[in-house]
């Protein structure tokens, strides 16, 4: 039977965490302006929008066949399909834990992000960068990057899942851990030239406005579950 008062957290029941709803919704919000903006650079070439030409000419210029590799490899492991069967996974793990709200959290924050960022790739329909600065080839829509979206999306989740009853030095070094992974897919993108810097940029704050505001209607469940219990 699940308990709705059990905290967050794959491996025990810790104390729960305060939830501040109101404060994660302000955050979602500026993020989704953020992207917003961001976007309207990138469509006008103005602001971040003028350094798409010159991360991909930078990133053509730095290529090697070690780094290829490397970046090939770490594209792949931060794939969208990748991130989703995490989510997936998670969500299967927590369900069979009796964590029914941290299941349906993690895959519906996954699933959503997916169904977002897919409608605004066809809404906006930028094209790819030219096909000889790709070392992967991809030719369907380019903005926002889905591998940005969807790592920041999922490890941001997985982030908050273990974050309640956990010391200062392990948050700080899942967040650290977090930010390093979901920058590396993001920067991957560019360097193997299938996207443009602001693609990457809008992936990262749209996926973290998303999961902003999946994080507080979460917090939000399961506060009014454990007052209802």
Sequence with gaps: MSDPTTPAGLDGHLPAPRPRPGRTVLLA??????AG????????????GRLDTRFLGEAVESRTGGLNSVAVTITEIGNTFAMGLLATLTGIWCWARGRRVDAVFVVATMAGAALTFRGIKILVDRPRPPAFA???????????SGHATMSMVVIGSLVVLFWAGRSTAARVTMVVAAALWVGAVGSTRIYL???????VLIGWLLGAAWLAGCAATWSWWRRRAAVTA
């Design 29 to 34: 919000v500026l993020l989704l302006l953020a």
């Design 134 to 144: 790709q070392v992967v080839r991809e030719s369907n829509e380019s903005l926002p």
């Design 193 to 199: 030239g299938v996207h443009w810097f602001t693609d």
């Design 37 to 48: 903006a961001a976007m309207w650079a990138a469509l006008d070439s103005v602001g971040p």
